[in-house]
């Protein structure tokens, strides 16, 4: 049988399009697929998707300084020997609020000490991932910071977190950040309340809703999983899953519904 030759032109197209590259949305993974679908602007899209889509796989791991001096920690040495566990009662509260806490690991941060490892966090202007991170809080100390203790931290520092120390619900009711329990490769939040909703003035933009009991597990320097923080936008509510520090002034926040780059500032003394 005779083959049938192609003429010049039909060579000619098949050759560019066998050189030819694939789109670079085709090219690109899962991820960068879903941004280029939800846009470059640094916002949570405001319309919903089709489908849920499962939280993206965890970026490769940064190498991010606990402390800008080089220190270590901004635990000084031997601190949780000094300290003194919470009364029976506290413990016994804590640990119905906190399962799976070590009630024998924890000790309560005086209001010195607790300013002071502030002051050191400012003084190095290391960033409240980098202060919730540090390495004494991925041992096996554990530090108890009761209510009157974060208020007054919180009115003397500027500490920008997702977590409000204290505030009015979206219905006027008040809430307050009743312990903060630091350690272990945690940190916990307790609340007063379960399941509310409240503006966060440290990010004015979206509604959040917090559980009573917000639980970050410490991955690694500046490498946070949380789970207990919901933000509402337009008809979605977003799980916020993890925060990463990229860099001195930016951290990937990882949500149910996608990440987003946003930016981040030092632990300053008002």
């Given amino acids: 049988m005779r083959e049938r030759s192609l003429s010049p032109l039909a060579v000619a197209l098949a050759a560019g399009l066998a050189a030819a590259p694939a789109p670079a949305f085709a090219q690109a993974g899962p991820a960068a697929r879903m941004d280029a679908v939800l846009g470059a602007s640094g916002d949570f899209p405001e319309l919903p998707p089709l489908a849920r889509i499962s939280a993206p796989a965890a970026a490769a791991a940064v ?50 000490d607790a300013d002071a490892l502030f002051a050191t966090a400012a003084q190095r202007a290391e960033s409240p991932l980098d202060f919730f991170s540090d390495p004494a809080f991925r041992g096996a100390d554990v530090y108890y910071v009761p209510q009157d203790v974060i208020a007054a931290l919180f009115s003397r ?29 945690r940190v916990d939040t307790l609340y007063d309340q379960d399941n509310f909703s409240a503006n966060n003035p440290m990010f004015p933009d979206y509604t959040y809703q917090f559980a009573g009991h917000v639980t970050e597990a410490i991955n690694g320097p500046g490498d946070l999983s949380v789970s207990g923080v919901w933000v509402h936008v337009g008809f979605v509510t977003p799980q916020i899953q993890r925060i990463v520090k990229l860099s001195a002034t930016q951290a990937r926040v990882d949500s149910n519904y996608g990440s987003r780059v946003k930016p981040i500032s030092p632990i300053t003394r008002r």
Avoid: H, K
């Fill in 63 to 112: 190498a991010v300084p606990s402390a800008v001096d080089g220190s270590a920690s901004v635990v000084p040495p031997g601190l949780w020997t000094t300290l003194v566990a919470p009364d029976a009662a506290t413990l016994s509260w804590l640990s119905s609020r906190i399962p799976g806490l070590n009630a024998a690991a924890v000790r309560q941060l005086t209001p010195t």
């Fill in 157 to 185: 520092y500027e500490i920008r977190v997702l977590t409000p120390s204290s505030g009015t619900t979206t219905d006027g009711r008040p809430f307050a950040m009743q312990a903060l329990v630091i350690g272990g490769g």
